[in-house]
């Protein structure tokens, strides 16, 4: 499924994995510029420090200075992410078993709020657990899982109450220079050490119609292994 998406999804340039003994934590790719420099990976790592797991993703420009406009109305509008996908269940971050592709995505969204309990974020950027399918009506070829009318699957305490497999936990959420960090305490993901990850930036859209899929990748600026094949495995920091 993974691998059957990034084929079309593709951003030009090349990305160059680097997985030798030496340098085992992280993906390293080539810059490429035909993407723009914020979302230009150059590098994405997954680490465990302690009692915590580190994301970090680092790219050619300055992390987080691009924004998408504001439309001023929730159909049609668009959020740009950064996004790990793994190879986590979904039932280890509170949804049901074997749901999808759970992903790490930091966003930024300016029209809509989508916090746990009613909360406010539409002004910032802010982590999110998201379950992913294959979709080809989705320009980037996937989407965030919807939530069908009238079914009430498990999902986490911090669901923001969205027809979508999405969660809004308050993680330690970092931008400086060209580096994201989220920071995740070990307790509250199972399963992440020794896990396998990607990175991606991307950018997604709310259907204008507000039917399903309610949530798309609409497109996918960089993959850092250049194939979405979850290259990265989840180790101590050195």
């Known amino acids: ?60 420009g300055e992390a987080g200075s691009e924004k998408p406009a504001a439309t001023g109305k929730f159909g049609g509008s668009d959020v740009y992410a950064y996004v790990w996908p793994t190879s986590l ?17 930091v966003t930024f969204h300016p029209d809509f709020d989508d916090a746990a309990k009613g909360g406010k974020n539409r002004d ?33 305490e911090t669901w923001p109450g969205v027809p979508l497999l999405i969660d809004s936990p308050e993680y330690p959420t970092t931008f400086k220079g060209d580096a994201v960090d989220v920071t995740i305490p070990l307790s509250l993901i199972g ?21 399903a899929p309610l949530l798309c990748v609409s497109n996918v600026f960089k993959v850092a292994s250049g194939n979405l094949s979850l290259p990265g495995k989840v180790l101590p920091s050195k």
């Not at 990850?197 to 507000?210: E, R």
Request: net charge negative.
């Open 1 to 60: 499924m993974i691998r059957t998406f990034a084929a079309g999804a593709l951003v030009a340039g090349t990305a160059l994995l680097w997985l030798s003994t030496a340098n085992a934590h992280s993906i390293k790719a080539d810059p490429a510029e035909a993407v723009q420099a914020p979302f230009d990976i150059i590098e994405t790592t997954i680490v465990t420090k302690g009692n915590s797991a580190v994301f970090t993703t680092r790219v050619r």
């Open 89 to 105: 269940n979904s039932g280890e971050i509170g949804f049901d078993k074997d749901q999808g592709i759970v992903a790490l995505a």
């Open 124 to 156: 910032v950027w802010h982590p999110h657990w998201v379950v992913l399918a294959e979709d080809k009506a989705c320009g980037g070829g996937l989407k965030v899982i919807d939530i069908p009318e009238g079914t009430k699957p498990k999902v986490p």
């Open 191 to 211: 399963g992440i050490e020794g896990a396998s990850y990607d990175g991606v930036t991307a950018g997604l859209k709310v259907n204008g119609d507000l039917h």
